[in-house]
């Protein structure tokens, strides 16, 4: 039987590069989430791929119902993320909320609508940062991104222990630097060391064969220390 994949926050840099890996891969179907359609159905003209348009940033579970999705997915990557870089003194209301909405709740939100159209061993895979890890190296400007990617990784503790008693996993990836268009934005002129496809590379395999290994994980995705 095919494997039914779901990519949130798809319509670019690794969520884009995500379903063109999968795309390639047969015996997989891909279903692509994001607020903006006509750039997925620009880009993913392949038969496996079915595009959907979805904003995590409010009303997330009617609007997940109201796709008329058919079970069961395997795999749901929880990559949609929105990264607010300003001095810690000038961060607004909106900011701190837009930030945990599409990072935190949005994704909470997200697993929740998921949960009945999920295959019974579904590996649920969230995409936090090494700014969220603890003990990682800091970076100014970014307190409510960093912030809210570590809630994401304690949402994956929470998730691994309340569901233990089932074939579900979570496990949570705090990726390093990669060239996106969401680090062009936040630190222009910065480059990094991995390119989209390279770190979707390792996304993929890492989603399909860890959920054997591994429940309620956090791991460092990075070649840095701390
Ligand atoms: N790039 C890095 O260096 C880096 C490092 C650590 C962690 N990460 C994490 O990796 C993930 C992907 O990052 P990226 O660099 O590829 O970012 P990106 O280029 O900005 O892409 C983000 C994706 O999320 C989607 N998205 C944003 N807000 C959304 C919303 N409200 N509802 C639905 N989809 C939404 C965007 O699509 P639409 O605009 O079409 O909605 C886009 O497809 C993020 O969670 C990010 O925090 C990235």
């Given at each position: 039987m095919n494997k039914r994949i779901a990519i949130i926050g798809?319509?670019?840099?690794i969520g884009a590069a995500l379903v063109a890996h999968f795309a390639a891969i047969s015996n997989v179907e891909v279903f692509a989430f994001s607020r903006n359609l006509d750039k997925m159905l620009m880009q993913f003209t392949q038969k496996n791929v079915h595009s959907f348009a979805l904003d995590i940033s409010s009303n997330v579970k009617n609007q997940i119902h109201s796709l008329g999705l058919k079970p069961s997915f395997d795999i749901l990557i929880n990559n949609a993320g929105l990264l607010i870089n300003k001095p810690f003194e000038a961060l607004s209301q909106e900011d701190f909320q837009e930030s945990y909405q599409v990072n935190v709740i949005g994704v909470m939100q997200t697993t929740q609508a998921f949960l009945p159209l999920l295959s019974s061993n579904a590996h649920i895979v969230n995409i936090s940062s090494m700014g969220g890890f603890q003990g990682s190296l800091k970076f100014p400007g970014l307190a409510a991104y960093s912030t809210s990617k570590a809630a994401l990784c304690a949402f994956t503790e929470l998730f691994a222990e309340e569901y233990k008693n089932t074939d579900l996993r979570m496990n949570c990836l705090c990726l390093g630097?990669?060239?996106?268009q969401m680090l062009s934005a936040a630190f222009p002129g910065f480059t990094a060391p991995t390119t989209a496809e390279h770190m979707a590379e390792f996304i993929a395999d890492f989603s399909m064969h860890a959920g054997a290994f591994m429940n309620g994980k956090i791991i460092p995705v990075s070649t840095s220390n701390p």
């Amino acid at each position: 039987m095919n494997k039914r994949i779901a990519i949130i926050g798809a319509s670019q840099g690794i969520g884009a590069a995500l379903v063109a890996h999968f795309a390639a891969i047969s015996n997989v179907e891909v279903f692509a989430f994001s607020r903006n359609l006509d750039k997925m159905l620009m880009q993913f003209t392949q038969k496996n791929v079915h595009s959907f348009a979805l904003d995590i940033s409010s009303n997330v579970k009617n609007q997940i119902h109201s796709l008329g999705l058919k079970p069961s997915f395997d795999i749901l990557i929880n990559n949609a993320g929105l990264l607010i870089n300003k001095p810690f003194e000038a961060l607004s209301q909106e900011d701190f909320q837009e930030s945990y909405q599409v990072n935190v709740i949005g994704v909470m939100q997200t697993t929740q609508a998921f949960l009945p159209l999920l295959s019974s061993n579904a590996h649920i895979v969230n995409i936090s940062s090494m700014g969220g890890f603890q003990g990682s190296l800091k970076f100014p400007g970014l307190a409510a991104y960093s912030t809210s990617k570590a809630a994401l990784c304690a949402f994956t503790e929470l998730f691994a222990e309340e569901y233990k008693n089932t074939d579900l996993r979570m496990n949570c990836l705090c990726l390093g630097a990669v060239q996106t268009q969401m680090l062009s934005a936040a630190f222009p002129g910065f480059t990094a060391p991995t390119t989209a496809e390279h770190m979707a590379e390792f996304i993929a395999d890492f989603s399909m064969h860890a959920g054997a290994f591994m429940n309620g994980k956090i791991i460092p995705v990075s070649t840095s220390n701390p």
